[in-house]
């Protein structure tokens, strides 16, 4: 499986941004996926995930009520929408995708991130 994140950019404070993961494989249906995000300095941290039916999401809890996973098994593309951004929202984001319940930073695939920036 491999993985291209998108929809990444600058925004402010308040604003809204979109994150798409495209995926490649005959496979992505039977995947979980995630998204998590690294700011400098910081070590990778869980955002938000989603089981292979779509069915059951999780997010962190510094996201509720801000942030929602979705996923479109049949374009194979996983999203990240992203409302109520704060500057600690910066960060370079990465989707994940992995044959287990939940992925976690030990997920076996990985994008190469999409850089996502917060002015005050």
């Known amino acids: 499986v491999q993985l291209v994140e998108s929809g990444g950019g600058l925004v402010q404070a308040g604003g809204s941004l979109r994150l798409s993961c495209a995926a490649s494989?005959?496979?992505?249906?039977?995947?979980?996926l995630g998204w998590f995000r690294q700011a400098p300095g910081k070590e990778r941290e869980f955002v938000a995930g989603?089981?292979?039916?779509?069915?059951?999401?999780y997010n962190a809890d510094s996201v509720k009520g801000r942030f929602t996973i979705f996923r479109d098994n049949a374009k194979k593309t996983v999203y990240l929408q992203m409302n109520s951004l704060k500057p600690e929202d910066t960060a370079v984001y990465y989707c994940a995708a992995d044959r287990v319940p939940v992925v976690t930073t030990s997920s076996r695939y990985w994008g190469q991130g999409t850089q996502v920036t917060v002015s005050s």
């Open positions: 989603i089981s292979w039916t779509g069915g059951t999401t």
């Open positions: 494989g005959p496979t992505f249906s039977s995947y979980a």
